[in-house]
């Protein structure tokens, strides 16, 4: 695959506001998501080109493997992120996607390009604490039973399964490494209901950026708040990542 095609199979909207672009949004879902899963493009102005990361075995890539290791997801993405550098840039991961979107910065870092201006970490708690009940072991009723497949049909239900048990190993198998804070501004969001992190394990990203850190608590608000969310989500990313030009 050329890396073109590699680009286009991982980043799925890349380019697709190169005529106005000024700053680009690189997207990380949550596990068990695809890129269509945030509908954040139709709320941020047209200075902003979002490019939704696009892991294996999920929507137009269903038929491929699905990745268990956060290392290897980044081992390809980092490259692929920073050949697109040449706009301002920042990151939004939400839940599993934190993670991913943390790691790729600090995998820039060490490639030596040019830095997200910010991060925006959604729904995770910081690295290096526990996970508080790992699910990517349980037996496939018992997770069944814990995932958020509202209104998803059954046998669809069966079919998403190995990849949720995925995308949980990814995170549940990662392994923080201690390294120097980022120099990228923070800013943590989750909803104020999320009963999966609490405001310490979220004020717990403070000491990963040497930047300047917000924490953002969407009042009322699920862990999956992103989703009917979009609008208000948009407008806090703008207020600091305008991308005005």
Not at 11 to 18: A, K, N, P, T
Not at 75 to 92: E, G, K, N, Q, V
Not at 160 to 167: E, S, T, V
Request: glycine share 6%.
């Amino acid at each position: 695959m050329t890396a073109d095609a590699l680009a286009t199979a991982w980043l799925r909207g890349l380019d697709g506001r190169e005529l106005t672009a000024r700053g680009r949004l690189f997207v990380f879902p949550h596990a068990g998501a695809g890129a269509s899963a945030y509908r954040l493009a139709a709320h941020l102005p047209d200075t902003v080109e979002v490019c939704t990361v696009q892991l294996p075995g999920r929507e137009n890539r269903f038929a491929e493997p699905a990745l268990t290791s956060l290392d290897d997801a980044v081992a390809t993405l980092a490259p692929l992120i920073a050949d697109h550098t040449d706009l301002p840039y920042a990151f939004f991961g939400h839940s599993m996607g934190s993670l991913i979107a943390f790691e790729t910065a600090r995998r820039l870092r060490a490639l030596g390009t040019r830095l997200p201006d910010r991060l925006f970490l959604s729904s995770m708690r910081a690295p290096g604490l526990p996970d508080r009940d790992p699910r990517h072991t349980l037996p496939d009723d018992k997770l069944l039973a814990t995932a958020d497949f509202d209104g998803v049909d059954p046998e669809l239900q069966e079919l998403l399964l190995p990849l949720l048990r995925a995308d949980l190993t990814l995170c549940e198998t990662y392994t923080h490494r201690a390294e120097a804070p980022l120099p990228c501004a923070l800013t943590v969001l989750a909803g104020s209901d999320d009963d999966s992190v609490d405001g310490t394990e979220l004020a717990g990203w403070r000491e990963h950026t040497s930047a300047d850190f917000e924490l953002h608590l969407f009042p009322g608000a699920p862990h999956l708040y992103v989703r009917g969310a979009e609008r208000q989500l948009a407008e806090t990313i703008t207020r600091t990542f305008p991308a005005r030009g």
